[in-house]
C-alpha cells in the first residue's frame, strides 16, 4: 500500500509519463534484489569492522578544519560523499564510506570509486529512483555493501534494507548500531547551516552550485561550481534534527552510546565530550604525528615544535603574498583564509591553536 500510495502522489505531481519511468526504477530496484538476496544479506553479514572497539563518525561541517585528525590514524571510522577532499590532508585510510544520496551522488561517481578503493568496505544505494540513479552500473567493488532504501518501517536496518532519512550521518548511525557498535563518537557533525544564496533552484529544494562558495562544509568546493544538492532550509534541517532525537532514542535501546566531540556547533541532541580527552597520550603524540603527516603529504620536514613558530604568522589575507610558501594563522581564521588559499594551499594542524598552509606541488 505504501508504494501505491507513493504512487499516486507521484502522478499527481508529475504526470502520467514521469509516474511510469518512476515505476520502472522501482520494479528495477524490486528485481535485483529478489535477485541476489542471498548473497547480498550473505555478505552485510561478513563486514570487516570490529565493533567491540569505539567507532568515529566524520561529518563534513566547517569545524574539521580546526579538528585534530591526525589523531585518528589508529581508530575506525566512516565517512561520507566528498571526503575525499580531505584524504590530501591526512595520512589515513577511513575504515567505511557512505553514500545515500542520489541527487549527490551522480555528480560524484569518481569520488565514490576512490572511496571504495580506499576504504574496507562501502555502503551504497544499488538504486534510487527517484533521481533514476543505477549505482551498480557504475561501482563494481567486492567491498560494497550494496543497500536498499526504505521508508519508516524498519525500527533500525534490516540490511540490506535500511530506512531512508534526510541526513546521511542519520542512516550511518542506524547502521552503526545494528552492527553492534557501543562506543560511538562524532566529529564534524556542525549542524549551523546556512543558506546557499548563490546556488541556483533547479526543482523544488534541488539546487546547484554556480562558484566554489559551498559555506556549510570543510571545503568550499565540497558542494561546489556545477554540484547538485539540496538547500539546507529551516525544514530540511528541523528533520534531520529530529532524526538524530531519535537515534538517540534508538541508541539508548539497544545499548549504544553516542558522543558528540565535534569542535562547536549546534549539535546538542547527544553528550558533549572532549576529543583530545579520548587520546591519554594526545600531549606527547600531537606533535610526532603531525610531524610525520607534513612529511608525508608535503615533503616538508618540520624539526621541532621551535620550528614551527618559526614559520611566519599572518593575521589577513592580504599579507600572504604570492611568493610565500608556507604559512600559520589562527584557527579562528582558518576558515576564511581555506575559502581564499585552498586551490593553491594545503592545510595541517591544528598544532598551538594554528593552522598551517603549505603550498602544493605543482604536480599535486
Not at 541476489?36 to 572497539?53: A, F, G, H, L
Not at 534541517?237 to 538524530?244: D, G, H, K, M, T
Request: charged share 25%; proline share 4%; aromatic share 12%.
Amino acid at each position: 500500500m505504501g508504494k501505491l500510495f507513493e504512487l499516486k502522489k507521484y502522478y499527481k505531481h508529475e504526470g502520467l509519463i514521469q509516474s511510469l519511468i518512476h515505476l520502472y526504477w522501482l520494479v528495477s530496484a524490486k528485481i535485483s534484489y529478489k535477485l541476489n538476496e542471498r548473497k547480498e544479506r550473505r555478505k552485510w553479514e561478513q563486514i570487516p569492522v570490529d565493533t567491540s572497539k569505539r567507532v568515529f563518525v566524520i561529518g563534513n561541517g566547517p569545524s574539521l578544519n580546526i579538528t585534530p585528525l591526525h589523531l585518528l590514524d589508529q581508530e575506525q571510522t566512516i565517512c561520507f560523499n566528498r571526503f575525499t577532499l580531505f584524504l590530501d590532508r591526512i595520512q589515513w585510510n577511513p575504515t567505511m564510506y557512505m553514500i545515500m544520496d542520489g541527487l549527490v551522488g551522480k555528480d560524484i561517481i569518481e569520488d565514490i570509486k576512490t572511496m571504495v578503493d580506499r576504504t574496507q568496505v562501502s555502503f551504497v544505494p544499488a538504486f534510487v529512483p527517484k533521481y533514476r540513479v543505477n549505482f551498480k552500473k557504475h561501482i563494481k567493488s567486492e567491498k560494497v555493501r550494496w543497500v536498499y532504501q526504505r521508508g519508516k518501517k524498519i525500527e533500525l536496518a534490516d540490511p540490506p534494507y535500511v530506512n531512508v532519512s534526510n541526513s546521511v550521518a542519520v542512516t550511518a548511525l542506524r547502521i552503526l548500531i545494528k552492527l553492534g557498535f557501543k562506543e560511538i563518537y562524532l566529529i564534524g557533525m556542525d549542524m549551523n547551516y546556512q543558506i546557499h544564496k548563490t546556488a541556483s533552484t533547479l526543482k523544488n529544494n534541488d539546487i546547484q552550485s554556480v562558484k566554489n562558495d559551498d559555506p556549510n562544509h570543510f571545503d568550499p568546493r565540497y558542494f561546489g561550481k556545477g554540484k547538485k544538492y539540496h538547500q539546507p532550509n529551516e525544514e530540511v534541517v528541523q528533520r534531520i534534527f529530529n532524526s538524530l532525537t531519535e537515534i538517540g532514542t534508538l541508541a539508548d535501546k539497544y545499548g549504544s552510546q553516542i558522543r558528540n566531540a565535534t569542535l562547536g556547533g549546534m549539535l546538542e541532541v547527544f553528550p558533549r565530550i572532549d576529543l583530545r580527552s579520548l587520546f591519554p597520550e594526545f600531549e606527547a603524540e600531537e606533535f610526532v604525528k603531525l610531524q610525520e603527516l607534513i612529511k608525508f603529504r608535503a615533503g616538508f620536514e618540520l624539526e621541532s615544535a621551535d620550528h614551527w613558530d618559526s614559520i611566519p604568522q599572518v593575521d589577513s589575507i592580504d599579507a600572504v603574498s604570492e611568493h610565500l610558501e608556507m604559512f600559520r594563522v589562527d584557527t579562528e581564521l582558518t576558515h576564511s583564509f581555506l575559502n581564499k588559499f585552498i586551490f593553491d594551499y594545503n592545510l595541517f594542524g591544528p598544532f598551538r591553536h594554528q593552522k598551517l598552509f603549505i603550498k602544493r606541488k605543482q604536480n599535486g
